[in-house]
Every structure is written in structure tokens, then in C-alpha cells.
């Protein structure tokens, strides 16, 4: 007799993702129906807005320029995050030298780190950026750090008598055992990233989706501020399920493997 499949709880049940989906869109669509067009547009003339936008060449210009803040800011605020904790980990007298301004830029108000960022560097995508790797780092420094110091000392003692080199050590003992934490600090610091960056244009910036934002909320332009804020509703879908989620299925491989 064949016995059937264990549900995995480490997976979400894609069928009630999309019941939430639907029942968000009904939650916006009564809202929407309830308030006045001047605050709040339905999802149809949310829709509408954004295919305007999607053949309005300005406007694929101010959501390219967002993208690329997006990938750098992003990518280098992670990478300098992970390469410190790491380095800490390893280090307790660098872990305590880093401890102040980690606990300096993760207490400090983003729009405080704006503001200043403005008089530093002015308007434009050094200032984006800049705000984006140094709100981002902290984030991924401290899962990294927390993630070196669980792994197994009787693992770190092995690969030191086997005289691994620090790439070996790093690709076979420290990023599998940091593959929980920096997944999730990935999912976290892209998210926050996407948002952080929205803002600082939205504040301080030229050019990109949120200046376009500032611009839409001066004309009253409802529906398009909604299309906007879908927009990068999907920018951030879209990096979750082809990007993060892939690279957490393939960091926590061994540990599925594990438990088969």
C-alpha cells in the first residue's frame, strides 16, 4: 500500500496565495467605491494608468532609472554587509570596532541620512545610492555576523586541519551554514531597498519613480500615483519569485536534501 505525501510546511500553498491576492483586490475595490476619486482610484483605473504609462517613453525612462539605483544600491549594500560580517565573525576585536556604527546606522532615521545625503551629494543617483548601501549594509551585516557565529567549531577546527584555503572554507562550511539567515536578509534588504530608494527620490532626487510619484501628488493625479505604487508592487513580485526564491532553493538545497 503507497503512502501518500507529506505536505511540506517549508512551502507556501500557491492556491491560498492567491485567494490573499483576490481578497486584497476586493478589500481596494470596496475602499476605492466608498471614498472620493480624490483619494483613493479603483483597481480598473489603477490598470489604465499603468498602460499609460507603459507607452509613454518618459515614463519607461524615470521607471529605468529607478531599476538601476535599485541593482546597485541594492547589490553593493548587501555585498559590503555580508564581506563585513563575515570578516567579523571571524574577528571579535573588528566585531567590536564595527559594533558603534552598526548600532549608529541602524538607530538613525532614514530621512535623517536623506537630508544629509542631499548636502553631501546633492540631487541624482550618487545621493539614491549612497542612502540605499549605507541603510541596507547593517541589515545583512548582522544576520551574516549572528549566522558566523552558530557554525559548529568542531567544523571550523576540521577545515583548519585540512588547511582549506578561504575560498574553500567559504563556498563549503560558512555559506551553507549562513544559507537561513542570508536568505532572509536578501528577501528583507530588497524589499527595504526597493522602498528606501522610492523614497529618497521622492525626496531628494531629479529623476525616477518616485520624483514621477511628486509629480503625479502635485497635479493630483490619483490614478497615477496608485499605478506608480503598483508598479513597484510588481518590481518587487517580480524580484521574489525569479530571483530570491531561486537563490534560496539553491543556498538551502543541502538542507532539503537533509531532511529527505
Not at 491576492?21 to 483619494?39: D, E, F, I, K, T
Request: some cysteine; glycine content about 8%; charged content about 10%.
Amino acid at each position: 500500500m503507497s503512502q501518500r505525501p507529506i505536505p511540506s510546511r517549508r512551502r507556501t500553498a500557491p492556491g491560498w496565495a492567491v485567494v490573499g491576492v483576490l481578497a486584497l483586490l476586493l478589500g481596494w475595490q470596496y475602499l476605492a467605491s466608498h471614498s472620493s476619486p480624490l483619494l483613493m482610484a479603483t483597481p480598473l483605473e489603477t490598470l489604465q494608468a499603468l498602460l499609460r504609462l507603459a507607452t509613454d517613453a518618459q515614463a519607461r525612462q524615470q521607471a529605468w532609472t529607478t531599476l538601476g539605483r535599485i541593482a546597485t544600491g541594492v547589490s553593493l549594500g548587501c555585498l559590503l554587509g555580508f564581506s563585513l560580517g563575515v570578516l567579523a565573525g571571524l574577528d571579535a576585536r573588528l566585531r567590536g570596532l564595527l559594533e558603534p556604527l552598526r548600532w549608529l546606522l541602524m538607530a538613525i532615521p532614514p530621512v535623517v541620512v536623506v537630508v544629509l545625503a542631499m548636502l553631501w551629494f546633492g540631487l541624482g543617483t550618487r545621493m539614491v545610492v549612497f542612502i540605499s548601501i549605507l541603510m541596507l549594509a547593517p541589515g545583512m551585516y548582522v544576520n551574516t555576523v549572528k549566522g558566523m557565529l552558530l557554525v559548529d567549531r568542531n567544523l571550523t577546527e576540521m577545515v583548519t586541519v585540512y588547511r582549506l584555503s578561504a575560498w574553500q572554507r567559504l563556498r563549503h562550511l560558512y555559506v551553507p551554514a549562513l544559507a537561513a539567515p542570508l536568505s532572509s536578509a536578501l528577501l528583507i534588504a530588497t524589499c527595504g531597498g526597493v522602498r528606501l530608494i522610492v523614497m529618497a527620490e521622492l525626496l531628494g532626487a531629479e529623476d525616477g519613480v518616485g520624483y514621477a510619484l511628486a509629480n503625479a501628488r502635485s497635479i493630483l493625479d490619483n490614478a497615477g500615483i496608485y499605478a506608480w505604487a503598483l508598479l513597484v508592487l510588481l518590481w518587487v513580485a517580480l524580484l521574489e519569485f525569479a530571483l530570491l526564491q531561486p537563490i534560496q532553493r539553491r543556498l538551502c538545497a543541502w538542507q532539503e536534501n537533509g531532511h529527505a
